[in-house]
């Protein structure tokens, strides 16, 4: 899903925003509230709550071929898979998707898109990782 506020940023190709992953339980109402620009407009963040869990900073992001699913990915994925926190705990729920913002400062920052792949993460000490569609927020062709 893609919010109304990635069509906000008028990105150009060259650009490189500080784009953040936020891990949400089920009490997250964004999928409901599309029109939304900013993280302080949704109604519950939901945040998952695990203790040892950041966001993710996607400074090392890069984009592959899955050969197996025929589609390209968004590694969020520092080579330790442990994008959110090294030693990473249960939380009071499990992760039911991951929110791409832009980071401006915690609350301004400007919502890109959800996603559900990778639901049900509920780390139990160990390193934290995701891999997810590139979907529709890269467009990748060959001439």
């Known amino acids: 899903m893609i919010f109304a506020g990635y069509w906000t940023l008028g990105l150009k190709v060259g650009d490189t925003p500080d784009l953040r992953v936020i891990a949400v339980t089920s009490d997250f109402t964004g999928e409901s509230e599309k029109d939304a620009v ?8 939901a945040e998952f709550d695990g203790v040892g869990y950041t966001p993710y900073d ?3 992001v890069s984009i592959t071929y899955d050969s197996g699913s025929h589609e390209m990915r968004i590694d969020f ?3 330790n898979g442990d994008e959110f926190g090294t030693t990473v705990f249960a939380g009071t729920d499990p992760v039911y998707g ?5 980071y401006v400062d915690g609350i ?3 919502l890109v898109g959800f996603t559900t792949d990778g639901a049900g993460a509920n780390s139990s000490g160990e390193a934290m990782g995701l891999s997810i569609p590139a979907g529709g927020w890269i467009f990748s ?3």
Not at 98 to 102: D, G, S
């Open 77 to 79: 994925d520092s080579g």
């Open 58 to 60: 996607c400074a090392g």
């Open 108 to 110: 301004d920052d400007v």
């Open 98 to 102: 991951f929110l791409v913002v832009v």
């Open 38 to 45: 900013l993280l302080s407009e949704l109604t519950a963040l």
């Open 141 to 143: 062709g060959e001439a």
